[in-house]
């Protein structure tokens, strides 16, 4: 193009020729920055939306969102349609459209509505009657795997077979609920679920015993030695504290002290002590101490 | 003629100077846990989730400039490791790639969860981003950026499991 303006300007009207190519060059330059975007103000995920275009002619289109990348040849002056699956992932997109020149225009698009609570609760087994035992965190989330980040009121509930033992409605902030709370009194399981208007998720905590109570013991001289044993041992809210757990029995006879550990097996701890003489006997699990009993000689 | 020389030298330098600047994938990041809630986060803790999350971004950086996933180094899982898949081979089908550079991250904690299994960021992210078809550049600008960023601790290190573009905080 430049050639053909340097020998047509070579005619006697020179500076009328040049002045002419510069508005047509001026011209060409404002037709190719003329190709304006108008992107998508409000544009949700996974729900088709479109983009419209100024100027004539073919132009290439491109998108560059959080997990796609595309291009594709468009006409300028028409809607660039982005289907469904184009804009799934909420985020930022940039949107370029290229024919003589580039230009680019950003848009934002917003998760859609609650599918699916990913919802983490803490511990799977958890001691009864103890303070801040039991926590759990909820974060909402669109069919496709969008944060949802404005505010939605999610309900957690505590429940046992029984009964309903809590409820918390908490709202989201920054697209997370959370709750804390005790464990219940009663051993077994209970089930804590989140849900946001009929999205809902369960999950199940086993509520155990707490450390035992008290231990209550009490023992014979047999031939083989001393057969001692346990009360049935429970905690302080009267469940059965959970088969396996260790109870030491200490045996004192004079300077002599030795001890078994047993466990408990339906509610209750056995051991045998073969000292001989007059001994005295004491149980303990974890910080709890039992009663002492003397037990004569033979 | 001497002269011409040196301005030579002194232009060609400046340039190279300028390219290794450009090129420069290194993310700066700092952390700020002081909103963290309702657990605080621990020292240790804040130190692992800087140095991985500063990964994460170098990794994203060089994955989406390459078009390989193979930089990622086990950094990106869930949601986040889905979307950086899609995005390069999505990439890698139209012929396009995407730099990340001079890359500045002004992170805070806002949320960790009761028992340390979760921990929400904000991120302001300034960089300067660019879009290139093949070798041509179609897009670039200087690109501030928030991000909502859930990442979970793995065996040895903390994950990013989404990591989500808003408009604002």
Not at chain 1, 188 to 211: I, P
Request: proline share 4%; with cysteine.
């Amino acid at each position: 193009m430049s050639s053909s303006i340097n020998t047509a300007c070579r005619s006697p009207k020179v500076s009328l020729c040049w002045i002419g190519a510069v508005l047509l060059s001026l011209a060409a330059v404002s037709m190719a920055q003329d190709i304006e975007l108008r992107v998508p103000s409000g544009a949700v995920a996974g729900q088709p939306a479109s983009i419209s275009t100024t100027g004539g002619g073919s132009a290439t289109f491109y998108l560059e969102g959080p997990s796609i990348a595309l291009k594709r040849d468009v006409q300028l002056g028409q809607d660039i349609q982005l289907s469904a699956r184009e804009i799934e992932g909420a985020g930022r997109y940039v949107a370029t459209i290229c024919a003589s020149n580039c230009s680019s225009s950003v848009f934002f698009v917003a998760a859609g509505k609650p599918s699916t609570l990913t919802f983490l609760v803490h511990p799977s087994r958890a001691p009864v009657g103890q303070p801040d035992m039991i926590s759990g965190v909820a974060f909402p989330f669109d069919e496709f795997e969008n944060l949802i980040f404005t505010p939605e009121t999610v309900q957690f509930q505590i429940s046992s077979k029984e009964s309903k033992l809590a409820s918390h409605s908490v709202e989201t902030q920054n697209g997370v609920a959370w709750f804390r709370t005790s464990s219940g009194k009663s051993a077994g399981a209970v089930q804590v679920a989140a849900s946001l208007n009929d999205v809902q998720a369960r999950r199940v905590v086993q509520q155990v015993a707490s450390d035992p109570c008290r231990l209550q013991i009490k023992a014979q001289r047999t031939p083989k030695g001393v057969e001692v044993q346990t009360d049935p041992v429970r905690d302080c809210a009267g469940n059965p504290v959970p088969d396996g757990t260790i109870v030491t029995f200490t045996a004192k006879n004079g300077d002599q002290i030795s001890t078994v550990d047993a466990p408990i097996k339906q509610d209750v701890a056995r051991a045998r002590i073969t000292a001989k003489g007059t001994i005295v006997i004491s149980a303990a699990s974890g910080v709890v101490m039992g009663n002492e009993i003397r037990v004569g000689g033979q | 003629m001497m002269r011409i020389q040196i301005a030579i030298v002194c232009v060609t330098l400046a340039l190279a100077v300028g390219n290794l600047k450009a090129a420069d994938t290194s993310p700066q990041v700092t952390l700020n846990v002081t909103k963290a809630a309702p657990r605080t986060v621990e020292l240790l803790t804040q130190r692992a989730l800087l140095r991985d999350y500063k990964f994460a971004w170098a990794n994203l950086a060089q994955a989406l400039e390459s078009n390989s996933m193979e930089s990622l180094n086990g950094l990106f899982a869930g949601t986040a490791n889905t979307w950086l898949k899609g995005k390069v081979s999505t990439q890698r089908l139209s012929g396009l790639s995407s730099r990340y550079s001079n890359q500045s991250h002004k992170v805070d904690a806002v949320f960790y969860a009761p028992e340390g299994d979760v921990i929400e960021l904000h991120d302001t992210a300034e960089y300067d981003y660019q879009v290139l078809d093949g070798s041509k550049s179609i897009h670039s600008e200087h690109a501030v950026v928030h991000y909502v960023v859930l990442m979970t601790p793995g065996a040895d290190r903390w994950v990013v499991r989404q990591l989500q573009a808003v408009q604002h905080f």
